[in-house]
């Protein structure tokens, strides 16, 4: 059930977005680490173009907001619903209605350093965990979308593998980080 304060800060988080406002957030899972860990600060900007898969969004859930990478759409339903996920969660998260989308995450702080994700080294490590995180799905799993292909790896091989990438992930992550 969705709370009635988390559809005000959610109203409010919107508007302040709408209006060319900026939204700073403190992430309080790991579910995107190593890219972005729990006591991490986003910064969200106003949706102004069309998702491209591997971007970083905040949406509203009935759990609150959720702060996962947007992997895609299903197209065979109205309205529009997105395909998310964490990267550190081997599922995707129910699909969403576009309509819930708060922002986009473009820069992320770690320590009171900020690294932007559409510039600079932040750029680039971002890029880099988008492949891994897509590898991860693609060939692991044997699926594009949020459904198991029949002939998929042992669930053993997949896990194994999964936790591989996502430690190199986090080395990446230290090297472009510090």
């Known amino acids: 059930m969705n709370r009635p304060e988390s559809n005000q800060v959610s109203a409010l988080l919107q508007e302040t977005l709408r209006e060319g406002g900026q939204v700073m957030l403190t992430v309080t899972s790991n579910s995107m680490s190593p890219l972005i860990r729990r006591g991490d600060k986003v910064m969200l900007m106003a949706l102004t173009r069309p998702l491209q898969p591997g971007d ?11 702060t996962h ?14 395909l998310t996920r ?3 969660p081997v599922v995707f998260d129910p699909p969403t209605p576009a309509a819930h989308v708060l922002g986009l995450v473009v820069q992320w702080q770690r320590h009171g350093r900020w690294l932007h994700l559409y510039h600079g080294r932040g750029y680039g490590l ?7 995180a897509a590898w991860d799905n693609r060939v692991l799993t044997g699926r594009t979308g949020p ?6 790896p042992p669930a053993w091989w997949r896990q194994g ?5 996502h430690w190199w992930g986090r080395l990446v992550t230290a090297v472009f980080v510090g």
């Open 86 to 88: 964490g990267d550190k």
């Open 126 to 132: 971002n890029r880099h965990l988008v492949w891994l």
């Open 69 to 82: 990478r947007f992997w895609g759409y299903v197209t065979d339903v109205t309205p529009l619903l997105l």
């Open 161 to 165: 593998i999964h936790w591989a990438l």
């Open 56 to 66: 970083i969004i905040t949406f509203q859930t009935d759990a609150g907001l959720l």
């Open 147 to 152: 459904n198991l292909a029949v002939d998929s």
